[in-house]
């Protein structure tokens, strides 16, 4: 079965620093990536999307997202963290193969603080 | 154009009761999906629909039904609510299989 794996429940940065959240997937087909993040009290919102080209993606909010198919993983990385920016990110897999297709499945979630 | 609406925001249930939890998008979409999430365990899958007339179980769909009988609504039922039910409830629609998920602000639910 697919499976989504964030390492990292929380993690801690300064406003202005920059960012990494880790995200490593399994499964044989081909993925379809994506990251969502989640205000507090909100319902969740599309920041970036992999489908195929280009792996190294750009989305809304200064964020990008590399895919990197030897490593099964998808990070998400922002250059300079804004304090508005705190909030839980998942990041979600589907699969074009397979009885799972297009099923969305969803990682354990990052919870991102930021400290002034 | 009002996106995915769900309703109610909030409930709170004793064990045993039955409740819908409703859910309506307005664009069109063909695929809905109701999820949980629970802390720590991301969002879970528990029914989808690709179309009217259409669903299918997700990853945790004990204690719930759907039904499809219109594209715009898919309303989730709880049959018989237990506490372990407790949890925030989100639907989301798409327009196509890998299309972008549009999820609406969620139900917040508490089984005593």
């Known amino acids: 079965a697919q499976s989504v794996t964030q390492p990292d429940i929380h993690i801690t940065v300064s406003e202005g620093a920059s960012l990494e959240l880790r995200c490593n997937y399994s499964?044989?087909?081909?993925?379809?990536l994506f990251w969502y993040v989640q205000s507090p009290g909100q319902g969740l919102q599309l920041l970036l999307k992999?489908?195929?080209?280009?792996?190294l993606v750009q989305g809304i909010k200064g964020f990008e997202a590399e895919f990197k198919r030897s490593q099964s993983s998808f990070n998400l990385r922002k250059p300079s963290v804004h304090w508005s920016d705190a909030a839980e990110y998942f990041c979600?897999?589907?699969?074009?193969?397979?009885?799972?297709?297009?099923?969305?499945?969803f990682g354990q979630g990052t919870i991102l603080t930021v400290h002034p | 154009n009002a996106g995915v609406t769900q309703t109610p925001k909030f409930q709170v249930l004793k064990t045993g009761q039955s409740m819908t939890l409703q859910c309506a998008q307005d664009?069109?979409?063909?695929?809905m999906s109701w999820y949980r999430q629970d802390p720590g365990m991301g969002l879970r899958l528990i029914h989808y629909?690709?179309?009217?007339?259409?669903?299918d179980q997700g990853e945790v769909p004990n204690g719930y039904n759907v039904s499809r009988s219109t594209t715009e609504d898919f309303p989730l039922r709880l049959l018989s609510a237990a506490p372990s039910q407790t949890s925030v409830y989100f639907c989301?629609?798409?327009?196509?299989?890998?299309?972008?998920?549009?999820f609406g602000p969620g139900t917040r639910l508490l089984v005593l």
């Open positions: 989301a629609s798409r327009g196509s299989s890998f299309g972008t998920q549009y």
């Open positions: 499964y044989g087909a081909t993925p379809y």
């Open positions: 992999y489908f195929s080209g280009d792996t």
């Open positions: 979600a897999v589907a699969f074009a193969g397979g009885t799972s297709y297009g099923k969305l499945t």
């Open positions: 664009m069109n979409h063909e695929y």
């Open positions: 629909s690709v179309g009217a007339g259409i669903t």
